[in-house]
């Protein structure tokens, strides 16, 4: 696995390093995005403080596991127990080992993996209504408990119907006040995706996935395949978030955040959504052996 990234905090005086985070642990095979929440500044706290927290103490922890074994879910557990910081975050961490992808999501932030140019999983939105997301933090509703934890399989693309469960509410619940309610202990699946040297692995928060449609993202790399030479991951990480960016800002696109608020009711949404916006793209180039936890 070969990787780049970029992060675009959105401008505000009062946040200028905004409120996503990410970490890139190339010698583990291991990358993860968090995007703290927003509405805790309702409250005087900066979300963004707990997500840098995260994403650090999420690479304490892919740094204690067995090597060439990473256990996302087991990652994501470490830190969020050694998280301190005030707020909540949505998270994704995303581990290669050999052939096998292994993810665990919480919330709005994923992934998505393309092969030859087709995107041929995305990881599903976990929500407890529109722009409502699961996530991790410092009350006593926001457990890694809830996080789906994905295996990956070819083409198991049937999980995303979990995302209709979470999305089919119609009362709003404040992040802040909900206590308890592990409604996703039981629904936690385990799958595996089969990975190939080619694949490109593409993971961001929010900020990319409601400003981006899959084949949007397709256009983008399916050239840098096409071609001779290696693809440069930063190039491409920058390619995505600047047009990620560029929709965040268009009053007109029908972004996939318009298209959702349409289906939650708000019925002359159109255009995107203004955010912070980080984008991890990992090219796995060759497959290394793969190890038992």
């Known amino acids: 696995m070969v990787a780049g990234s970029l992060y675009l905090p959105k401008e505000d005086k009062q946040k200028p390093r905004g409120e996503d985070a990410h970490f890139m642990c190339i010698e583990e095979q291991t990358i993860g995005v968090a995007d703290g929440v927003g509405g805790w500044a309702k409250t005087g706290v900066d979300a963004g403080e ?64 393309v092969r030859g140019g087709r995107v041929i999983y995305q990881s599903p939105i976990q929500q407890w209504s529109f722009n409502c997301p699961y996530q991790l933090g410092s009350s006593k509703k926001d457990h890694p408990d809830l996080a789906m934890v994905c295996k990956l399989i070819t083409y198991v693309l049937f999980l995303s119907c ?3 469960w979470s999305s089919s509410s119609k009362i ?15 629904l936690g699946t385990e799958l595996e995706l089969e990975v190939e040297a080619g694949d490109v692995v593409v993971a961001g928060t929010d900020g990319l996935l409601d400003n981006m449609h899959p084949s949007e993202i397709e256009e983008i790399i399916r050239p840098c395949l096409a071609e001779d030479t290696d693809s440069d991951p930063q190039q491409l990480a920058e390619s995505i978030a600047n047009l990620a960016l560029y929709n965040s800002f268009d009053k007109y696109a029908d972004t996939p955040y318009a298209r ?30 793969q190890q038992d936890c």
């Open 50 to 113: 707990y997500s840098r927290e995260l994403m650090t103490n999420s690479t304490i922890a892919v740094l204690n596991q067995p090597e060439g074994a990473v256990d996302p879910k087991q990652v994501l557990n470490e830190a969020y127990s050694n998280t301190k910081a005030r707020g909540s975050s949505t998270a994704c961490i995303i581990a290669l080992n050999g052939h096998s992808l292994r993810a665990v999501n919480m919330g709005d932030s994923g992934f998505m993996v």
């Open 260 to 289: 959702a608020a349409r289906k939650a009711g708000h019925s002359h949404r159109r255009g995107g959504k203004v955010d912070d916006i980080t984008v991890i793209v990992a090219l796995l180039n060759q497959m290394l052996p």
């Open 172 to 186: 709003e619940i404040p992040y802040f006040l909900f206590e308890g309610f592990n409604v996703l202990g039981f």
């Open 162 to 164: 979990l995302s209709f």
